[in-house]
């Protein structure tokens, strides 16, 4: 997690969900994935906002 409070660095998502960096760039693209903010050209991601798409894509058995 980064020093920006409750928000997520493109690599530290891309960490949590073990994907690449460039994976996150092609969804920013489309756009599929959770929302994002840009801050002084720098992406970031709301925690609360990962929860919720994390949360919106759940598959039960």
Not at 18 to 28: P, W
Request: include cysteine.
């Amino acid at each position: 997690m980064t020093d920006d409070g409750d928000c997520l660095t493109p690599r530290d998502l891309a960490d949590r969900w073990k994907v690449s960096i460039r994976t996150l760039e092609r969804r920013r693209a489309v756009p599929s994935g959770p929302a994002w903010i840009t801050i002084g050209g720098s992406i970031r991601y709301r925690m609360t906002d990962v929860l919720a798409w994390e949360a919106a894509h759940l598959t039960r058995p």
